[in-house]
């Protein structure tokens, strides 16, 4: 199997999310995966939907490796800002001063 270039792949996602809201809005019946686990949408807005349980189990982690302990509250570097191991006081920041007559 050949995968789309990591470029496209999320316009693909999105495409096969919109679908699969377009179907559900729909009122079709949307089968999701091998399993018999099977979603319909009710048709009457008043009618309530059970769902099943869901846990989520992991240890953290960034984009670059396993998780990184931080002491305390303070964060000294940050993987989201540039998508780098750039410490947090390299990271270019805005300073805007509000006069007192705002």
């Known amino acids: 199997m050949t995968l789309p270039h990591p470029k496209f792949r999320s316009v693909i996602h999105l495409a096969a999310s919109t679908a699969l809201v377009l179907l559900a809005q729909s ?36 984009a670059n490796g396993p998780p990184r302990k931080v002491d305390g509250y303070l964060a000294r570097e940050s993987v989201s800002a540039t998508r780098t191991d750039t410490p947090l006081r390299e990271v270019p920041q805005t300073v805007v001063v509000v006069p007192d007559s705002v």
């Open 27 to 62: 009122g079709s019946l949307v089968s999701f995966g091998p399993s018999s686990a099977v979603a319909q949408l009710a048709t009457d807005a008043s009618q309530e939907v059970q769902l099943d349980e869901l846990s989520v189990v992991g240890n953290g982690g960034t």
